[in-house]
């Protein structure tokens, strides 16, 4: 193994040949073409359950629970409603809301 400071002192001379050598596109691994745009929307979302998250209730698991008990509720559920109050699936929904 090489030792950090045996880097730190030869990486300044280093760093400007390697930076300006020819292969140095080639090590960064791109030169492939640009993924297109996606056909469909992979995350399906629902805009009544934004709507309801935007009116104070948070729909999960089929039960719609007052935003301000959501924490507490959380904790009496079973272990799937929890996690899916934990998750971030909510955020496609209100994308869905937004989107004309």
Do not use: K
Request: hydrophobic share 50%; aromatic share 8%.
């Amino acid at each position: 193994m090489i030792p950090f400071r045996l880097i730190a002192a030869f990486w300044p001379a280093l760093r400007g040949t390697v930076l300006r050598s020819r292969a140095f596109p080639g090590l960064l691994g791109g030169g492939g073409a640009a993924p297109g745009p996606l056909s469909e929307d992979p995350w399906p979302a629902d805009p009544a359950v934004a709507h309801a998250l935007l009116t104070g209730s948070v729909p999960v698991h089929g039960l719609a629970l007052p935003a301000a008990e959501v924490w507490r509720a959380s904790q009496e559920h079973a272990p799937a409603t929890a996690a899916a109050l934990h998750g971030f699936g909510w955020l496609d929904d209100l994308r869905a809301h937004a989107t004309p």
